[in-house]
C-alpha cells in the first residue's frame, strides 16, 4: 500500500513538471540549445539578458510593439505562448 501510494506520488509528480515545460526546440533551432547563439545573426544572445529582457521582448514580439529585422518571424514564434510559458522561459534563459 505504501509502495504503490509513493510509485502514484512520484508519477503524478513527474506528469505535473513534465505539463508544465515548455517546448524550446523550435526555439533552439535558430537560438541554439543554449540560447548562446544570434539567431541568423541578426538578434541578440538571449543567454546574456536579463529574465525581465527576455520577458519584455517576447511579450513585445506577441503584441506587436517589439522587435527590428525579426519581427515578423518571431510573433509567429511567440503567438501560441502563454503568460506563464514567457516566465519559465525567462527564469530558465535569462540571465542570473
Known sequence: MIKTSIITIATLGLLSVTASAVDTKACAGCHGANFEKKALNKSKIVK?????????????YKDGSYGGAMKSVMKGQVAKLSDADIKEIADKFGKK
Open 48 to 60: 546574456d539578458l536579463t529574465a525581465d529582457e527576455i520577458t519584455k521582448a517576447l511579450k513585445g
